[in-house]
């Protein structure tokens, strides 16, 4: 039985316990189920026959606010003995969970851990996650979440990486190697990290009017070049499956496109993983109709790539009937079943199926974990506007923490958090309380309108804070209007009217439009939904004991009209992009953040101004903090192709640098462009590198001005 041999090579291993195996048990091994007490007795029956592939610790699709404990340690080590020593080849199950910004230790939400611009505190982040979650017994996630989102209102958007696909890419795979860690030269992965999930495939994040689960319409053109290199990226990383996501695509289900999930994935990036279905999304093709029944819905799924179904019953209802009567081969039935196997040995569940004691959920968050989360949701935090107000002195009397998030906990964490404790997760008002003892806090209950009014005129500085919650963004939870929550305009305004110095603290989970109300006050912070730390994040940046440094990963509109408003937008004919009532330009742009120091970037060098198709030319600039403060800057480099064969956006950013000067410092910063950067998808799909003149500019956000240009000769 050399399948039990750890000694073998994972692939080895896979072709040996094939051979042995059943038409039933290879399709269990495709079947992802929950259990309930309901149908427990009735799982545990089927696991003795035929095994289960893998079991979802979630008992509904809208777990992203549900804050579903984890199974108890028994019993998922009871469920896991029945697959281990009943059923006939003892082939371990896969323990799935949706861990999506940290396990017990919460980190900010995704979209914040992106306007890090950092790709090694993401990676970070993703380890301290994947080895909280794998000491509690989670085999795989079901993240990281690489959906490129251009729509605010769409309330997905706080667990992806912004509108950019270039800092898509490189967060995509930093999230990668933080679960999964390397897998060394036989197949396996280190025992202390889980595997990931690269979701949603693909193109989810456009749906129609960010209406969550809708139509989305996408050229090839723009899906190649601007939805897809996140996946490209992760499949690079190494990433060990991928999820086919709710909606349809250019007219088709996206879990039932052969073109997306084979010819693409497959064919043209070389995934060797499996794919696992989104909650559903097999059964979700006869919702869509183009399936019209179960069985059918089976047929088209399988065949165009999805190998493991989750929750639905398609595949474990009709795969056998479907290879008896030829429509799908023993081929395919053994290539699928070998992928889901694959990574089983890779993980090493045959070794160490069970998760021992004590489990780690019931202890303490690790004191150095909390301390990465707080570190990592201050590097993402991005100071809007600031007319010198910040940072608070230390010597500062009378402080009101107001406003409706300034009491708050859960709103920390955000959505999607089903490990993490609320209770543990200090508020606002107690940070700040933390942060400067000396000082008096005035606060007034949530609700109480005049008593916050009061609290700011009784103090030196006003700290409101205001947003949206947790469960007002995350999976099916899209909006129309993107201002802040009922009532929170007019109290901003009624605050500002006061006139005392006002700092705006905005946890959030998506941009907001904020156009009428900067005016009304003399900083803005916006914090995000910053994580189990978060409220001490942003209580070490109002106290200046960190620089704030975030960018933004996502243009902010001047209204919810604009939408959409993203920076790298196709050049077009005749200019005219502004509106009869409005600049045609966002609020806040793309890669936008200001700091308490100020950099000056100056002197783009470029290494050649002409070089051959293939070659690399080398971009710098000297990066000087002018300022008082140690500080970090984002120096990032944008480029345009000036003449394609398909029409390309205005500029699209192809690489950044976080740095950290002292004042006075400078530092050269410098950025390799090559053939990766300088290629895009051309007509018919083809990935080249087009001959002519680039241009190139280096600065702080996506409007950087300093401008070089080099020529590419065939
Ligand atoms: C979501 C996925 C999630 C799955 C399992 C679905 O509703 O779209 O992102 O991983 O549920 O909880």
Redesign the pocket.
């Known amino acids: 039985m050399s399948y039990r041999n750890a000694a073998l090579p994972v692939a080895e291993r896979v072709a040996d316990l094939l051979t042995r195996m059943t038409i039933d048990e290879k399709i269990f091994q495709l079947f992802q189920t929950f259990i309930t007490d309901e149908n427990r007795e009735e799982v545990k029956q089927q696991i003795r026959a035929t095994g289960l592939g893998s079991r979802?610790l979630?008992a509904s699709?809208?777990?992203g606010n549900m804050m579903l404990r984890m199974a108890e340690l028994d019993d998922l080590n009871e469920i896991q003995r029945i697959a281990v020593e009943e059923s006939r080849l003892g082939i371990p199950i896969l323990h799935g969970r949706?861990v999506i910004h940290g396990h017990r230790t919460v980190f900010p939400i995704p979209l914040a851990m992106a306007a890090t611009f950092d790709p090694a505190a993401m990676e970070e982040a993703f380890r301290i996650a994947a080895q909280e979650a794998r000491a509690a017994g989670v085999h795989w996630s079901?993240a990281p979440?690489m959906d490129i989102a251009r729509d605010p209102r769409w309330g997905r958007i706080i667990e992806g990486f912004g509108e950019d696909p270039y800092l898509g890419a490189r967060m995509a795979e930093a999230a990668v190697y933080g679960f999964q860690g390397d897998h060394n030269e036989d197949g396996y992965w280190p025992s202390d990290r889980i595997l990931a999930c690269a979701?949603?495939y693909v193109g989810y994040g456009a749906a129609e009017g960010g209406r969550d689960y809708n139509t989305a319409e996408i050229s090839d053109h723009t899906l190649r070049n601007i939805y897809l290199p996140p996946f490209k990226a992760a499949v690079r990383a190494g990433v060990g499956s991928v999820?086919s996501a709710?909606h349809d695509l250019n007219g088709e289900s996206a879990s039932g496109s052969r073109y997306l999930l084979t010819d693409i994935l497959r064919g043209e990036f070389g995934f060797d993983g499996f794919v696992v279905s989104?909650?559903g999304s097999v059964d979700d093709l006869i919702h869509h109709r183009v399936a019209a029944d179960e069985r059918d819905a089976a047929r088209i799924a399988f065949d165009a790539g999805v190998d493991m179904e989750?929750v639905s019953l398609c595949y474990i209802h009709h795969l056998a009937e479907l290879i008896q009567a030829g429509e799908i081969s023993h081929q395919q039935l053994d290539d699928a079943c070998g992928r889901v196997l694959a990574a089983k040995f890779s993980l090493g569940l045959f070794e160490n199926p069970y998760v021992e004691r004590p489990n780690p959920v019931n202890l303490q968050m690790p004191a150095e974990n909390l301390q990465a989360s707080r570190r990592t949701a201050a590097r993402g935090m991005v100071l809007l506007e600031n007319n010198g107000l910040l940072p608070l002195s230390k010597e500062t009397r009378r402080i009101a923490v107001i406003g409706p998030y300034a009491d708050q906990r859960r709103a920390m964490l955000g959505s999607w958090v089903n490990d993490g404790l609320t209770d543990e997760t200090a508020t606002l008002v107690e940070a700040m309380c933390a942060a400067c003892p000396q000082a008096e806090i005035l606060t007034a209950p949530i609700g109480l309108y005049d008593e916050m009014l009061m609290a700011a005129a009784g103090a030196d500085v006003v700290i409101l804070a205001v947003g949206e919650s947790n469960a007002r963004n995350g999976?099916n939870n899209h909006v129309a209007v993107l201002h802040l929550p009922a009532g929170q305009d007019e109290l901003v305004r009624a605050v500002g009217k006061i006139g005392k110095p006002t700092v705006l603290v905005v946890f959030s989970g998506r941009p907001l439009v904020l156009t009428d109300l900067v005016g009304s006050v003399d900083a803005v912070l916006w914090a995000w939904h910053p994580g189990s730390a978060g409220a001490y994040a942003a209580a070490d940046v109002l106290f200046g004991d960190i620089n704030p440094g975030g960018k933004l990963p996502v243009s902010f509109p001047r209204a919810g009209g604009q939408i959409p408003v993203h920076y790298n937008a196709n050049s077009t004919g005749k200019g005219g992009s502004d509106y009869l009532d409005l600049p045609g330009k966002p609020l806040y742009p793309f890669g936008f953040g200001l700091s308490y120091t100020t950099f000056e970037i100056s002197d783009l060098r470029l290494s050649q101004d002409q070089f051959k198709a293939g070659e690399t030319v080398n971009v710098s600039v000297q990066v000087q903090n002018s300022g008082q403060r140690a500080g970090d800057e984002i120096v990032q480099c944008y480029i345009q192709d000036c003449v394609s064969h398909l029409t390309r956006p205005v500029r699209e950013l192809k690489g950044f640098r976080r740095v950290t000067l002292q004042p006075g410092e400078s530092r050269r910063v410098e950025f390799a462009l090559g053939p990766d950067e300088l290629s895009y998808y051309g007509p018919s799909g083809k990935w080249l590198l087009e001959p002519g003149v680039f241009k190139v500019w280096l600065g702080n956000d996506s409007r950087a001005a300093l401008e070089g240009s080099f020529t590419v000769t065939p």
């Open positions: 979802i979630a699709n809208l777990a949706d079901f979440m979701k949603h999820m709710f989104d909650w989750m999976e």
